[in-house]
């Protein structure tokens, strides 16, 4: 008889990563739309003459906010999909307005340095994802030389300078996830320990208690109460020994300070 095949099993830090995604999404939408209406005015009070494109490209990425924040309420395991494609797409609108209004260079490469870095640090996604997330503003960056924005040698450096940034974001990223994923595995193996040790304490064929600092009664295994006659409910809080009389008590005295 064949055994039914098995399903891939997901990494448990994966399926926590994306719960984490989806739960800080909402946070970096915000962001993205406070940044922009405050960009929105600030260059239509400066620049008056701009206020057409201006308006224009904000309510564009204000749409595309509003829907990649339904979808990813709706469907919350595909965040990550979301999320990557509206920051190349906010990067490719960036990079298309500065050329279009023929903004100074250096204005296109701060708000694209400030997309990728705030990316970095709000959705913390890796540094794959990271490096992925970047392709739509690197990939768009060379319309400002094709529109006769700037000269070459600016161009470049600029560009030599937005590689920088998005090298450091994507080195950044990387490291947050990896000091992430090993947390969420000491963590799990924390965790199963505890249910061990835990079953130990359960199981065990001889009274067992656990006290807190004050010498009272924390937690005491089946045992135990079988021995007292007792409920777990009628000892806990108490102090040790819960029985007996004052002989008793003495005998016990020395021992648990020293414990103590």
């Known amino acids: 008889m064949m055994k039914p095949r098995r399903g891939p099993v997901d990494d448990p830090y994966d399926v926590a990563f994306r719960k984490e995604l989806a739960a800080r999404a909402p946070g970096g939408f915000l962001l993205f739309i406070g940044c922009l209406l405050l960009s929105a005015f600030f260059e239509i009070v400066r620049f008056p003459d701009r206020r057409p494109w201006m308006l224009g490209y904000a309510a564009a990425l204000l749409v595309l906010t509003a829907v990649s924040w339904a979808v990813v309420r709706m ?84 560009g030599a300078y937005l590689l920088v940034v998005i090298g450091m974001s994507v080195f950044g ?59 777990p409910g009628g000892v806990l809080q108490q102090p040790w020994p819960p029985f007996g009389g004052p002989t008793d008590r003495a005998v016990e005295a020395a021992p648990l300070a020293r414990a103590l």
Request: hydrophobic content about 50%.
């Open 173 to 231: 990223a990387a490291l947050y996830d990896r000091y992430q994923r090993r947390g969420m595995q000491l963590i799990a193996a924390l965790r199963e320990r505890e249910a061990r040790l835990q079953s130990y304490f359960d199981l065990a064929p001889v009274g067992t208690a656990v006290l807190s600092a004050d010498g009272t009664l924390r937690e005491v295994n089946d045992d135990l109460c079988r021995l007292l006659g007792c409920t």
């Open 75 to 158: 469907r919350p395991r595909s965040a990550l999909y979301v999320l990557l494609v509206f920051v190349n797409v906010a990067g490719v609108a960036l990079n298309a307005y500065h050329a279009e209004v023929r903004a100074n260079l250096a204005m296109c490469i701060w708000t694209l340095t400030a997309l990728l870095a705030c990316t970095a640090v709000v959705l913390r996604w890796g540094g794959g994802n990271q490096a992925t997330a970047a392709l739509g503003s690197l990939l768009a960056y060379p319309i400002h030389l094709e529109q006769g924005v700037t000269d070459p040698w600016t161009w470049a450096a600029g």
